[in-house]
């Protein structure tokens, strides 16, 4: 799964890939492959990133409801 918010979020917030795998206690490589889609992410790493970026886990993947 492609995670696009994922990566805006991240450069957004000025933070690296390396920052952000130290963050998750987890390889920079590993993180970078969560970020292009090649693996799957964990929901309790989803869960941090979103307590990090004070968004919702919704969005992060986006599935984030669009009001009309």
Do not use: C, F, H, W
């Amino acid at each position: 799964m492609y995670l696009k918010n994922l990566k805006k979020l991240r450069l957004e917030n000025e933070y690296t890939q390396e920052y952000i795998a130290k963050y998750l206690k987890i390889n920079r490589v590993v993180y970078s492959r969560y970020e292009t889609g090649v693996r799957d992410i964990p929901v309790d790493l989803l869960i941090q990133l979103s307590k990090l970026y004070n968004k919702s886990i919704d969005y992060i993947v986006e599935n984030e409801k669009k009001l009309d």
